[in-house]
């Protein structure tokens, strides 16, 4: 006798009569695609830490190449105020760097697990929206990482000469890249600009007609996420937000006259305009008499029906 473990095939349950995948293959393919990810991750984790010190040196540049540490003798120290900081502070750049590096892969493991479910132009449009997501993140983070000097000898000048000021490793890398973050997602907001217009939901005309709110949003937003008072840094980022605001708007006009948009059967025609009547009415006539075929008899002729004997369990 053979002792051993035999392969088992899919269950009733688990594979559909059609041959589309059931819940649970969706949960087994789901624990694949992250296993495959994660494992990228931690790939690109271990390139991360060998590359923490390089990009610490990066962060640190806009604090270290102020005018007040230009001079001869001068230094940018930072201090950390517990023993661990900058041991956790260079395995959190090295994750973020890992992210970065091993993006390919979990991103195309992401992708594999969706696109079965999307059709072709949905699939089409992923494509498109991520090409542009990517470069527009950088440009917006680029330009936070000029901001960010500007900020710097502002925040720092408040102080005044009197006072010494020494900053945090972990407070400044974590001010470094929340400024990043914030105007790398702000220079995506053009892409739900074209998503809206895509999906149908807003014309090319009524995104136009919302510039005035759209200008007057991105300077608010700027004046709060800016972290000087100058307007130099606000103009900036706020102009390069109604820059990208304009130019979606323009690909949306491209997209309605693809599709033919504002060319419908009622579209210069007012919602209170009464639409016209047909000319070619036909005339109503009355119909012919009709005689009765058998005299009808009156009520108080017509017998009663007769009484039902049932007995008082009778419930048939």
């Known amino acids: 006798m053979r002792f051993g473990l035999r392969k088992r095939g899919p269950s009733n349950f688990e594979r559909a009569a059609d041959g589309s995948m059931t819940l649970v293959e969706h949960f087994r393919e789901l624990r694949n695609r992250l296993f495959r990810a994660s494992l ?13 010190g390089p990009v610490l040196n990066i962060l640190r540049k806009p604090y270290c190449d102020l005018p007040k540490f230009q001079q001869a003798g001068a230094s940018c120290d930072f201090v950390q105020l517990g023993p661990a900081d900058l041991f ?5 750049i090295g994750l973020w760097v890992g992210l970065i590096i091993a993006a390919p892969v979990w991103l195309y493991q992401l992708w594999a697990f969706i696109a079965p479910g999307l059709h072709r132009n949905e699939r089409r449009y992923a494509y498109v929206f991520t090409g542009l997501a990517a470069p527009l993140f950088a440009a917006g983070a680029l330009l936070a990482y000029f901001v960010t000097a500007k900020g710097l000898e502002f925040l720092l000048n408040v102080a005044g000469s009197e006072i010494q000021t020494t900053l945090d490793i972990t407070r400044y890398v974590s001010f470094v890249t929340n400024l990043i973050l914030l105007f790398g997602v702000a220079f995506e907001f053009p892409l739900i ?5 895509f999906v149908g939901l807003a014309s090319a005309r009524r995104l136009l007609g919302w510039w005035r709110i759209a200008v007057f949003l991105f300077f608010a937003f700027a004046a709060v996420v800016t972290p000087t008072p100058d307007p130099f840094g606000m103009t900036a980022l706020a102009l390069c937000l ?5 130019a979606a708007v323009g690909v949306a006009f491209l997209n309605d006259k693809r599709k033919g948009r504002g060319k419908e059967v009622y579209a210069g025609i007012d919602d209170d305009e009464v639409s016209p009547l047909e000319s070619d009415r036909e005339p109503v006539t009355a119909g012919e008499r009709v005689e009765a075929s058998a005299p009808v008899a009156a009520p108080e002729q017509i017998p009663a029906p007769a009484p039902i004997d049932r007995r008082y369990d009778d419930m048939t």
Request: proline share 0%; glycine share 10%; aromatic share 18%.
């Open 88 to 92: 956790l502070l260079n395995l959190k």
């Open 40 to 52: 990228a991750i931690l790939v690109g984790f271990g390139f991360g830490l060998w590359l923490a």
């Open 242 to 246: 109604c820059l990208l605001y304009f």
């Open 193 to 197: 600009v074209l998503m809206l217009n």
